[in-house]
């Protein structure tokens, strides 16, 4: 129990000194091509001129004159997404994983998000630093009565973009543990991720070795290849896969997954399908994958 209230602590005390949730935008500047949002629900894209009472933005199709009051959100475009052919595509805020597994990618400083996976499995995690993230979940078995086995985990994670903007390193943890009085000991992963590519376009290679905290290592590393490629405005291509060898006549023990992610302006839906192989397993199956994920800055 102890061992457990340490770690809810720590993440508690993280979130209090990282200060207020929502980023504080930058004040614009002339040189630099900015993102504005109205509370119509249009976006605008240009360089601002001049703010006072009201907001200029010279964009593509002219100056447009926009009262303050009306704007929801001002963001520098390389923090707020990019023009393709003429389409004004959102930021990749997801490319920090896959369907679960991380890639070498963080999130930036103030930015956050609540993911629940099949229903049952509720994740938050938030960027303390640029370098630094930290997500804390659990599935909620109290609501069915179970409150003494209430099953939880910890993924802190560091990462370094590269850079030239084409990849980034990512190392952490990820650590698993029961809420209750009488257990001391969790388990985990320790893993590093490196990530080729940008958030649109990646391929990541992990690299990572279970543990328990009483201080028992794995005899053998598992492997994750996982990528995504952004095939429009809204649509991603997801695959996840693993391998571990078991240690025994069974050889090597995977999972093989492939599906969507759909980016909705405030809401993102990832689908698809898991297969296990390998392990013994002589027959074929496929478990559904449905999650969704709610951002937050």
């Known amino acids: ?17 990282s200060g207020p949730l929502l980023a504080q935008n930058p004040a614009p500047t002339k040189d630099s091509l900015w ?5 119509d629900g249009n976006t605008h894209v240009g360089t601002i001129q001049k703010i006072r009472d009201t907001t200029l933005i010279n964009t593509q199709f002219g100056l447009l004159r926009i009262p303050n009051a009306n704007i929801i959100s001002l963001e520098r475009s390389s923090q707020a997404g990019k023009m393709v052919q003429g389409e004004f595509w959102q930021a990749n805020n997801y490319a920090t994983r896959h369907f679960w597994g991380p890639s070498g990618y963080g999130l930036k400083k103030g930015q956050g998000y609540y993911q629940n ?3 049952l499995l509720n994740q938050v995690s938030y960027g303390f630093t640029d370098h630094f993230t930290l997500g804390l979940g659990l599935v909620p078995t109290f609501l069915f009565g179970a409150r003494e086995y209430i099953p939880f985990w910890l993924t802190p994670k560091f990462s370094f973009p590269y850079k030239n903007g084409k990849g980034a390193f990512g190392f952490g943890t990820i650590l698993f543990g029961l809420l209750r009085s009488d257990v001391n000991e969790g388990i985990g992963i320790l893993y590093g991720a490196n990530t080729f590519g940008t958030p649109d376009r990646q ?10 905290t009483d201080g028992g290592l794995a005899d053998y590393p598992s492997i994750s ?29 995977g999972f093989i997954s492939a599906g969507a992610r759909y980016m909705g302006k405030s809401i993102a839906l990832d689908f698809g399908g898991v297969m296990p192989y390998g392990g013994g397993i002589d027959f074929l199956i496929a478990v559904p994958w449905l999650g969704i994920t709610v951002p937050f800055k």
Request: proline share 0%.
């Open 225 to 253: 290849l996982s990528g995504q490629r952004r095939l429009s405005k809204r649509w991603v291509f997801l695959t996840e896969n693993y391998m571990l060898a078991v240690g025994n006549d069974d050889g090597l023990l």
């Open 203 to 212: 391929f990541t290679i992990g690299l990572g070795y279970g543990y328990s």
């Open 35 to 39: 993102i504005l949002e109205t509370r």
């Open 117 to 119: 996976t099949w229903v």
């Open 1 to 17: 129990m102890k061992f457990t209230c340490s770690l809810i602590a720590f993440f508690l005390l993280c979130l209090l000194n």
